[in-house]
């Protein structure tokens, strides 16, 4: 049964840390292109970050660059996202996706080229 179990969301504090993890069981993580998607209260899904297959190649929404870091260990079949210097604004859902893509040196911020997502993680950044 293909399964992403996120964990790691919060309360953190503006100017803080989180770092959320997603483990993939049953499939191999290292076929997949992945992607930390957000959705705060109200709004549509947007796309945080992704990598590529096969050079790790990374992309990033504008207001994250700097502060986020996407990356993945596929021994441990899992992906990350550090988050670094959050703001109020980070406050969402943050959701993990994969896709097998045919292309492995690209990415989309595009919810509807994932195929399996995430649980969903709450982040909420407040003093």
């Known amino acids: 049964q293909v399964q992403l179990v996120q964990s790691g969301g919060g309360l953190v504090q503006p100017g803080g840390s989180l770092k959320l993890s997603c483990v993939a069981s049953?499939?191999?993580?290292?076929?997949?292109?992945i992607a930390w998607f957000r959705q705060a209260p109200g709004k549509t899904r947007e796309g945080v970050s992704c990598?590529?297959?096969?050079?790790?190649?990374?992309s990033y929404m504008g207001s994250v660059k700097g502060r986020f870091t996407i990356s993945r260990d596929n021994a441990r079949n899992t992906i990350y996202l550090q988050m670094n210097s959050l703001k109020p604004e980070d406050t969402a859902v943050y959701y993990c996706?994969?896709?097998?893509?045919?292309?492995?040196?690209?990415?989309?911020?595009?919810?509807?080229?994932?195929?399996?997502w995430g649980q969903g993680t709450q982040v909420t950044v407040s003093s």
């Open positions: 990598m590529t297959v096969s050079s790790g190649d990374t």
């Open positions: 996706a994969t896709h097998r893509p045919i292309a492995t040196n690209i990415c989309q911020l595009n919810q509807f080229w994932y195929d399996h």
């Open positions: 049953g499939f191999t993580l290292d076929a997949y292109a």
